[in-house]
């Protein structure tokens, strides 16, 4: 009698073990399925922080480039208006000159 109920306790005593093991593994398996969820939250989290950042950048940089398009655009206007005085000068020069040897 005293071998089977030790053995009946070993029996219990493994059965008993596994059970603790299992339950073990399961909540290690939640605490990483929890922990997985958790990080994807966070990389979901950063890559949207990051595309608002990127399109706070891109309208920023649209922005300034509009700006220095205008610039441009005055600064070209500028220029065009002196080249074509500075045309219209050496052209009533050439007409002077023109004149004097006529006359000469």
Do not use: P, V
């Not at 059970?19 to 989290?45: F, I, P, Y």
């Amino acid at each position: 009698m005293r071998r089977l109920s030790a053995a009946t306790f070993a029996i219990f005593l493994a059965f008993a073990t596994t059970a603790c093991t299992q339950h073990d593994q399961n909540r290690a398996r939640q605490e990483t399925r929890d922990a997985g969820r958790e990080m994807n939250k966070d990389l979901k989290n950063a890559g949207q922080e990051l595309k608002e950042d990127s399109k706070d950048a891109a309208y920023k940089t649209g922005k300034a480039a509009h700006k220095l398009a205008d610039e441009t655009k005055e600064a070209a206007q500028k220029l065009g208006k002196k080249l074509d005085e500075a045309g219209k000068d050496a052209k009533r020069g050439w007409e002077d000159a023109k004149t004097d040897s006529k006359n000469k």
